[in-house]
């Protein structure tokens, strides 16, 4: 519980954008403030794939495959 409480403050914190929320729930919002601030990344999270962190780029690919098989699934 605590978990999904702490993604559905960030999915506010980032205005609903699930790419910026899942990086930031894997790599920390400190890390993706300073990715967006020297460029890294852009805001609006279209740019995710450019993150430096192997591990949370896999973790957004493996989380939005899973998501869109479950929307497909009980859709």
Same mark, same amino acid.
């Not at 993604?7 to 729930?25: C, T």
């Not at 609006?44 to 869109?68: F, H, L, Q, V, W």
């Given at each position: 519980?605590?978990?999904?409480?702490?993604?559905?403050?960030?999915?506010?914190?980032?205005?609903?954008?699930?790419?910026?929320?899942?990086?930031?729930?894997?790599?920390?919002?400190?890390?993706?403030?300073?990715? =967006? %601030? @020297?460029?890294?990344? &852009?805001?609006?999270?279209?740019? =995710? %794939? @450019?993150?430096?962190? &192997?591990?949370?780029?896999t973790y957004i690919r493996k989380?939005?495959?899973?998501?869109?098989?479950?929307?497909?699934?009980?859709?």
């Amino acid at each position: 519980m605590f978990g999904t409480k702490y993604f559905s403050d960030l999915l506010k914190e980032y205005s609903g954008n699930q790419l910026l929320a899942m990086a930031a729930y894997n790599a920390g919002k400190g890390n993706i403030k300073r990715w =967006i %601030e @020297n460029g890294t990344i &852009k805001a609006d999270g279209s740019d =995710i %794939e @450019n993150i430096p962190y &192997k591990e949370t780029t896999t973790y957004i690919r493996k989380i939005s495959r899973n998501y869109k098989i479950y929307k497909m699934l009980y859709e």
